[in-house]
């Protein structure tokens, strides 16, 4: 397991990084980045299959109610893929793979408190660990957004009360909170 998760991470954060280039920078909206990026995908993990699970397709017993399962699954599968790219279509890879943590987090410490799932309580504390590290994340992201959102609002008034100035042509910058009046 280690060692599959060791492989397919440098690869994960890649396509992370470039789905998420590429939807800024072309413009492509989340559907039109799924029809690029997942049939190769499909392609790629139907080469794993024999790999991984080597009786595979083959052996299975497709009974009208597995297919109508395999059928759901597939639907269920659709929708996390799908809101999976709208997350990264608005956010940064890095927040996308931050979002996908809390997903994993969220079923340890919910079986766990819900449940009374039994887990190691190293998994446990890394669930909290983990948790705890998303919670600093989010306030620090939130944090530099509401600077810059206010270094900018406050340049461009600092701007408009300068006489003979535009917002375009300021390069005003304010200390945090400070605010001139003129």
Known sequence: ??????????????????????????????????????????????????LVDPPGL??????????????????????????????LGACSALTHTVLGQLKSVAVILGGWLLFAQYYPLKAVG????????????????????????GASAAAAITALATPGSSPSSSTASLEEGEVLLQ
């Open 58 to 87: 083959t052996s299975y017993e497709y009974t009208p109610r597995a297919c109508a399962v395999l059928a759901l699954s597939g639907g269920a599968a659709f929708f996390v893929n799908w809101s999976g790219f709208l997350v």
């Open 1 to 50: 397991g280690a060692a599959a998760s060791a492989a397919w991470l440098p690869v994960a954060a890649a396509y992370k990084v470039l789905w998420s280039r590429v939807a800024k920078e072309e413009g492509w909206n989340t559907l039109a980045l799924m029809r690029c990026v997942l049939p190769l995908s499909t392609l790629f993990m139907a080469c794993l299959v024999p």
């Open 126 to 149: 890394g669930a909290a660990v983990a948790l705890g590290a998303m919670v600093w994340y989010t306030h620090a992201n939130l944090k530099e957004q509401q600077l810059s959102a």
